[in-house]
């Protein structure tokens, strides 16, 4: 036995203690929410959401603008929230596009899923919808983001991009073999955030008046239609104009145009979700349209540039945890995971009290008992900085509950994955779907992207393209002349 043989080492964190699962976060049976105590996942992520200082850790690269929403169809059979339940109300919003892997230098060309982040500012408190321009995601489980950007990123010991990183976790991770069939389309090239969807990615919950509660996914659809452009003219634009998409929506707004948008909604009752061959709380997934379409809700018109780039757009902090009365999280693993780690990157980044900062503070009035901290603007006048209190009759007040329908939930703890994972299905009907020069473009820009990687990971990727569709996986093979 060679006595120098390093001893094999085991995954630990940051105190030493072993990691029996770091991939799968730990919730309430197999699919039911994700427990705080998981003391894993809380570490993992708050020490993944401090690396970088001020740049954001993903969507460093972004532009963004202001307008309002306008409500054209009343959603009070479905949600009690304000801001969906008068045709014609309007409410001010701010939007930060982005892109999720480059730096702040990056060009906006580069194939990524670009961030769509909208802002609302109402009357209950603001409410952000935080998603991308793909309906779907790399992962399911938010214990895998911190490894999953780490693996997008620059290498650690060179600070260079790596494909062989990048392939390696992506053929690691069946799950993202759906979101590749996205991504390496031209639907991963653009170069107008005028012209690109919005989803929220993430199932949410809407519950009315009476308690009832429906799934929710959002979708933004651009007036102008979706248009994308090829690898090799956002290789071009990348040298000749990286900031083509940045420029274009700042121009368009400064000449006095309108950028206009369409939110839709899918709604899905719970007890359907075990009927499906999918978990529809997995953002992996889309939901079929013809069984759940779209409803269109209102439309959002951006007409107003910022008046100072770093106040109002590099400032801003959107967090899915924003959420107002008649809207829930699910126990979408990837969105619970979210809920904790925006804010807290937020208050690394920017301060704790990065809500108080212009851009961030709600319209509607603040009113608790936090204090202090680095950079605070706003104080309470009164003494009584507690609660439950005598001296100033128990306020601030609880606001009053509505109808509830309390959930249940009973389970083991556990990391698993989710019962029905079904990592391929979707990935093959969405090839299946393409035309014969969609397909060609799809693996096309695959092997131009993997042609450098070694072997055997370029092997595990296919294997996942084959188990997706035979078709897929054999193109992608005979374009990389692999025997």
């Not at 014609?88 to 982005?98: H, I, L, P, Q």
């Not at 924003?322 to 995971?337: A, F, M, R």
């Not at 509607?364 to 001296?391: A, E």
Request: net charge positive; charged share 30%; aromatic share 10%.
């Amino acid at each position: 036995m060679n006595k120098n043989k390093e001893k094999e080492k085991y995954l630990t964190n940051n105190q030493g203690i072993p990691v029996v699962d770091d991939a799968n976060s730990l919730t309430v049976g197999k699919n039911g929410p994700v427990l705080i105590e998981d003391l894993d996942l809380v570490e993992k992520i708050s020490s993944f959401d401090r690396e970088r200082i001020p740049e954001r850790v993903v969507h460093a690269k972004g532009a963004g603008a202001k307008g309002y929403f306008e409500v054209t169809k009343c959603m009070k059979k479905y949600t009690k929230a304000r801001v969906f339940n008068k045709i014609g109300n309007k409410t001010k919003v701010a939007v930060r596009f982005s892109t999720v892997i480059g730096s702040k230098g990056s060009a906006d060309t580069l194939r990524d899923p670009r961030g769509f982040a909208t802002k609302f500012y109402t009357t209950e408190g603001n409410l952000d919808i935080v998603g991308n321009h793909i309906p779907v995601f790399f992962i399911r489980d938010a214990m895998k983001f911190p490894d999953m950007v780490h693996a997008f990123k620059p290498s650690p010991t060179n600070d260079l991009t790596d494909k062989n990183r990048f392939w390696d976790f992506i053929s690691n991770s069946p799950e993202s073999t759906n979101m590749i069939t996205f991504l390496f389309s031209d639907l991963g090239t653009i170069k107008s955030y005028r012209t690109i969807e919005g989803f929220g990615v993430n199932t949410y919950v809407w519950v009315n008046e009476k308690g009832h509660r429906v799934f929710i996914k959002y979708h933004w659809i651009p007036k102008l239609g979706v248009k994308t452009i090829d690898r090799h003219e956002a290789e071009m634009l990348a040298g000749v104009d990286p900031n083509v998409a940045t420029k274009d929506l700042y121009d368009t707004i400064e000449e006095g145009k309108k950028v206009e948008y369409t939110l839709k909604v899918q709604m899905m009752e719970p007890d359907k979700a075990n009927k499906l061959d999918f978990d529809p709380l997995d953002a992996t997934k889309v939901w079929p349209e013809d069984m759940f379409p779209l409803v269109e809700v209102g439309k959002m018109v951006l007409n107003e540039n910022p008046k100072n780039f770093f106040g109002e757009i590099e400032q801003i902090a959107f967090c899915p945890s924003n959420i107002v009365p008649g809207i829930e999280l699910s126990n979408d693993k990837l969105l619970q995971g979210r809920s904790f780690s925006y804010k807290d990157t937020q208050r690394h980044r920017i301060g704790v009290n990065f809500q108080q900062l212009p851009v961030n503070r709600p319209r509607s009035p603040v009113c608790n008992n936090t204090q202090d901290g680095p950079m605070r603007y706003f104080y309470s006048d009164s003494s009584i900085n507690y609660k439950p209190n005598s001296l100033n009759d128990n306020k601030p007040k609880d606001y009053p509950k509505g109808k509830e329908c309390p959930i249940y939930v009973e389970g083991k703890l556990v990391r698993e994955t989710i019962e029905k994972s079904n990592d391929f299905t979707q990935a093959g009907e969405r090839f299946k779907s393409m035309s014969c020069k969609e397909k060609c473009t799809l693996v096309d820009n695959i092997v131009a992207d993997m042609w450098e990687v070694d072997l055997k990971i370029q092997l595990k990727a296919i294997e996942n393209f084959c188990r997706a569709d035979k078709e897929f996986g054999k193109m992608v093979k005979e374009k990389l002349k692999i025997k």
